[in-house]
């Protein structure tokens, strides 16, 4: 191996190690604040570097909200809560022309969706109209009001919450609007040591108000480029493909193209997550089950489209 050689290596070796180190930075960060939840967070982590959304659906008080806002505020760009209630307006989330007395020109005055973390807390208590327009900007990263669009500020991750009570008081998320989040992950309750450790932790002051960032968002949109570049040979995409398809031929509504774009790009994040420059099967079998079972409708329950992916992790044969 020439010199030339070993600095080309050192040199293309350097990125994925420094992806690597940001994921894990964020991750023992917002376990500063978030006990018992190592999976989850990683999941979060793999998504908003897959450059995701997500959403975390499970009962009030079992930190939801507290696990959004660790991320956030690991990274040092903006965040912007916004709480969505049965009134809340398509351009509270938005924002709205205003006209200035002063020129007597109308000017934009930006909505909570402008910043670099998003979190929608409660998404499915607002109308559909109001959850539309979360939705224009997840989906093309821009805003448009009156007409004129505006680009939503880089990186940009959404993370939604929905509770699981109260349903006769909520407005059920469309299929397409589920579609568009890469990641929807249910917390549950913590174990019994997790919970008495939690409660140690916030009795004084909540470890949150201490927590800082630990990336910026420079090395957030490098590690995104990174995750991006990560390969993903020919079989790995054929065993995704057989996944999606296992899921529709076994399912009233399966997995869309869509579903397998997302499964790839979070694998693609799990692998530089790992140190690993190239995705393996292991990559789509961690990311699978919380990829794709909020994309399948089965003729019951959602328990059944996990159940579906579990069963299609199990059959559908690797090369």
């Known amino acids: 191996m020439t010199d030339t050689d070993t600095t080309h290596s050192h040199q293309s070796d350097s990125p994925l190690r420094d992806a690597t180190r940001v994921a894990n930075k964020v991750i023992e960060n917002v376990e500063e604040v978030i006990v018992g939840q190592h999976d989850a967070i990683e999941h979060i982590v793999t998504a908003v570097l897959g450059r995701g959304h997500i959403l975390l659906e499970d009962v009030p008080g079992v930190g939801k909200t507290m696990l959004a806002r660790s991320v ?119 174990n019994e040591a997790a919970e008495t450790e939690m409660l140690g932790d916030v009795v004084g002051q909540h470890p949150i108000e201490e927590l800082t960032s630990v990336a910026t968002l420079e090395t957030l949109s490098a590690a995104r480029e990174t995750v991006a570049d990560v390969t993903v040979e020919e079989p790995i995409r054929s065993y995704a493909t057989r996944l999606a398809r296992y899921t529709r031929e076994n399912a009233q509504l399966g997995v869309s193209p869509r579903g397998s774009i997302s499964l790839l790009r979070a694998a693609q994040a799990r692998a530089v997550l790992d140190g690993r420059s190239y995705v393996i099967p292991d990559d789509i079998q961690t990311e699978a089950p919380v990829v794709l079972p909020h994309r399948i409708r089965t003729e019951s329950s959602e328990q059944d489209a996990r159940a579906l992916v579990a069963e299609a992790l199990d059959t559908v044969y690797v090369e």
């Open 72 to 190: 956030a505020a690991s990274f040092d760009g903006e965040f912007k809560r916004v709480q969505f209630t049965p009134d809340l307006l398509p351009t509270d989330v938005t924002g709205v022309n205003v006209y200035n007395q002063k020129t007597q020109e109308f000017e934009f005055r930006p909505g909570p969706i402008f910043a670099n973390v998003v979190l929608g807390d409660e998404i499915n208590r607002a109308p559909p109209k109001t959850q539309s327009a979360l939705l224009e900007a997840m989906e093309e990263q821009q805003v448009s009001v009156d007409g004129t669009t505006h680009p939503v500020p880089q990186p940009f991750t959404v993370i939604a919450t929905q509770n699981t009570v109260e349903q006769n008081r909520a407005y059920d998320l469309p299929m397409a609007e589920l579609d568009r989040f890469m990641t929807k992950l249910h917390l549950g309750y913590p």
